[in-house]
Each structure stands twice: as structure tokens, then as C-alpha cells.
């Protein structure tokens, strides 16, 4: 069994304080992408559903509406960080079928058999393992039981990730992230995708290539985008302070070269590529 501990640090410490402070920009940036995805989820009143990867758990409150009272959506995500702020808005907002729990999809038993229905978000990437993370899920299904995820085509379709980062990448060195391993765009590869779902168990599977422009920084002036993005970033921002002054006014200079033609009233505005994965036990 390998180890997701890695994963676990990253999105409970760093990256998941800055996802709680910033959970707003970030679902004004994805939701338009997950709402198209659950457009092609077919599930309906009183099912019991999973959320993989729930994140502070907007998409598990979608759910909770979908399945209605008599249903139940169960939010499992390794970060406490980010469970925790799921939980204080559920129970803010008076929601009773919704249970959050840190559950680490990979090397956390599931129970057999329990769910109708499973869905992520953009929470399925990171696995160490993720053929192990899928039979566990796999497992989770009831007979039947559909499975519907979003997930981002190659990095290189996806300029609000990558103008910036090879901009970035000139003045700083940063690890080497191999094709397949956790991140963002593991499973920007459809064939390497279906393999790990077969290999899983799983039939019936269908990819959705769906594109869409995606709002980053709402609300952010151009220069203020670009100081946050340098400054909160949490695979570069500690190199970053590391530089000469003069580097750090010619970092900013460069990405505000490339990101002035994406930046439209008040929010850049950038292409996306996605792929929405619908399979059955």
C-alpha cells in the first residue's frame, strides 16, 4: 500500500489553509466546470451518494439538493483543514443529510456496497495509488452503481495553470512533476484513465470533453491578481521571497505581459479544458 501522506500534509496544511481562506474564489472558478459535470450525473431523489475529495463541500451541498431529504451524501476528503470549514458551513446552514468525514479514499477501508453513486470534483487526481483508490470506491457502489467525475485535460489546454507557472518556472527551479503522478492533470491522459478504471472493476465508462472559460481573481485588479497569485502559490511562493528585488519586479513584468490579453473588467478570463468520466460498477 503506498503511502498518501504526502497529500494528506499538503492539503491539510498549505494548500488546504489557503483553499478555506479563498474558497470563494476558487468556486466561483470551478463551479460553472461542476455544474456541467452534474448535469451528466443521473441520479435522483432518496440515493445515498458519495463525494470524493469534498473540499470545504460546496458540491456535497449540490448533492444534498439533489437527493432530497429522504437521501444522503456522505463528504470524504483527507484534509482536516478542509473538512472542518465543510462541517461549519453545513451546520450554518441547517443541513441534515450531509455527513463530512477525513477519510483518505485510498488506504481508508469503505464500507461494501453502501452507495448508490459516487462524484468528484476535481478530487480524484491526487491519489499515490489510484487504481487502489478506485477498487475502494469500486467497492463502496452497490450493484450498478455510477460513478461520474471532472477532471482537467493536459496542462498545456489549460493556460489559467500554465502561462503563469512557465513564467514562474524562468526565475525558480521547481520539482519535476511526471506525466501520471498525483497533481492537477494526472489524468489528462483518457487512456491511461480508462485502464485504471477497467483495472478497478469498472464498465460502461465515457469521456465528455467539455471546454469552457474560467474566471480567476474576480473582484482583483490586474496587478493585485498577479501579487496574489506570485505571493499565495503553494509550490513556489517560499522560492519566490528568495529572489533579488530586481528578479521580482521582472517576474511580475512577464506575467503581466502574458496575462494583460486574459484580463477582462474585473477578472482574467481564461480557456479550460476538461474531461467528465461517467462509468458503472
Partial sequence: MKSND???EYWTNSAGKLWVKEK????????????????KFSIGKGLNVLDIGC?????????????GSKGHVSGFDLSKTMIDEAVRCSDSLHIKNITFKVKDIQNDKLDSEIFEAAFS??????????TLAFKNIFNSLKRNGLLTFICWQNQSDNPWYNLGLEVVKKYIELPVVKDRNPGPFAFSDKT????ILISSGFKNIDFFGFEKNVELYKGFTLDASIKHYIKTTPIFKEKVELLSVKNKKNLFQDIKNIWSSYYSSNYLLF???????????
Fill in 271 to 281: 480557456p479550460s479544458k476538461t474531461w467528465i468520466v461517467s462509468c458503472t460498477k
Fill in 24 to 39: 470563494i474564489e476558487k468556486d466561483n472558478m470551478l463551479e460553472p466546470l461542476g455544474n456541467y459535470a452534474l448535469s
Fill in 6 to 8: 504526502k497529500q494528506k
Fill in 55 to 67: 473540499g470545504t463541500g460546496k458540491v456535497s451541498t449540490q448533492l444534498s439538493i439533489m437527493v
Fill in 121 to 130: 470534483r476535481f478530487g480524484v487526481m491526487f491519489f499515490s495509488d489510484p
Fill in 192 to 195: 491511461y484513465t480508462k485502464e
